[in-house]
Each structure stands twice: as C-alpha cells, then as structure tokens.
C-alpha cells in the first residue's frame, strides 16, 4: 500500500495549484482520505478530509480556497487551492485511514510523502 503525492511548486500569491495524490492498494479505494501540511517548525495540521461517500471536512483556514476531491475509479484524491498566500507555504501530506474520524483527527494508519507548496509575497 502507497500513497504518492504530487503537484507542489512556486507559485505567487493569490496563484494556485492541484495536488494529486494517487494510491495504490485496492482497499484504498473506499477509505477515507486527507491533505495535511506542516510548515518549518510547526506541528503538521489537518487541511482537508473527504469520507469514502464524498463527505468533506476543511480546516478553517483554507474554507472557500480549497477543495479536496477524489475519484474513486483512479484511487485518487485531489486537492485544489486557490487564493494562496504566504502562510499556505509547507509541505503538504496525502493519508488514508478506513476511518473518517481518525483521518480527521491526524490518526491515518497509510501516509505518503510530502510534496512542497511555496507560495511567495
């Protein structure tokens, strides 16, 4: 089981970008999935979660900028933002976890590897 995500970059504020992360693993296509992101010093931090029925949950900060998606056939999940600022820049995280709640809570049992957003002044 892998989670691999991707679509990082530099981009200007107020700029966006689509992350997409793909997993490999039939059983990944049913759980539910999350975006996270830890910025340099910081604790990592729930972005957005989307239940394997299209249920989505978004941190506050991100409400109405972002938007997680997922495809169940591709066994993927996406994440669009727009409107970036500055304090969007970290590394951004793709999980799944059979449970909704524990993604949400930052407790997904299947991780994958950050891709970088930098989004600068």
């Known amino acids: 089981v892998q989670l691999q995500a991707s679509g990082g970059g530099l981009v200007q504020t107020g700029g966006s970008l689509r992350l997409s992360c793909a997993a490999s693993?039939?059983?990944?296509?049913?759980?539910?999935k999350g975006w996270y992101r830890q910025a340099p010093g910081k604790q990592r931090e729930l972005v957005a979660a989307?239940?394997?029925?299209?249920?989505?949950n978004y941190a506050d900060s991100v409400k109405g900028r972002f938007t997680v998606s997922r495809d169940n056939t591709k066994n993927t999940v996406d994440l669009s933002m727009n409107s970036l600022q500055p304090e969007d820049t970290a590394d951004y995280y793709c999980?799944?976890?059979?449970?909704?709640?524990?993604?949400?809570?930052?407790?997904?049992?299947?991780w994958g590897q950050g891709t970088q957003v930098t989004v600068s002044s």
């Open positions: 989307i239940s394997s029925g299209g249920t989505t």
């Open positions: 693993g039939s059983m990944l296509r049913i759980y539910a």
């Open positions: 999980a799944a976890d059979r449970s909704f709640e524990d993604v949400w809570r930052l407790r997904a049992h299947y």
